[in-house]
């Protein structure tokens, strides 16, 4: 999201500088016509006359440079978005590995039964009670630790089983 902002005011700062680029270079074909113009006239028009000029090759030594940054821009509003591209693809296969990872773990009820510490009715028992808790998630292995089915070392015990 916030790539997708940096390029979109990149672009609009890119298509500001184009249409300054083009605003200066007509700005200097006027002054240049201009300065043809007033080389015809007196000394002290003469000395303005060179003024202009050096005016002249400032402004198109900056459009020449305001052009060069547009290119700049260019580049950097390409750099985002390869950038951008690959945050995005990495974002999927984090979301895909844990989406993997969620589905590998087993239950720690399922742990429990599968090895005898526990009976269906039992789990049945803690997870009917986990959903009238109101307001606060509670984990299922507490519960059964709470509601007196399990010991905390033996809930511990099958964690680890769980985790590795």
Request: proline residues 0%; hydrophobic residues 35%; aromatic residues 4%.
């Amino acid at each position: 999201m916030r790539a997708a902002k940096e390029i979109k005011k990149l672009t609009e700062l890119s298509d500001s500088v184009t249409v300054l680029f083009s605003s200066l270079t007509g700005v200097f074909t006027a002054i240049a016509s201009t300065s043809q113009e007033m080389k015809e006239q007196s000394d002290l028009t003469r000395k303005s006359i060179g003024t202009v000029d050096i005016l002249s090759k400032e402004i198109l030594s900056t459009a020449e440079e305001i052009h060069i940054l547009s290119a700049e821009i260019s580049n950097s509003q390409n750099d985002v978005r390869t950038i951008s591209s690959t945050c995005n693809e990495q974002v999927s296969k984090l979301e895909e590995k844990i989406r993997d990872y969620r589905i590998s773990v087993k239950k720690i009820g399922d742990i429990l039964i599968e090895h005898g510490v526990i009976r269906e009715n039992e789990l049945r028992q803690a997870l009917e009670f986990q959903m009238t808790s109101r307001g606060e998630k509670r984990k299922v292995g507490e519960i059964l630790v709470e509601l007196g089915i399990i010991d905390r070392s033996v809930l511990y015990k099958y964690l680890r089983l769980q985790q590795s």
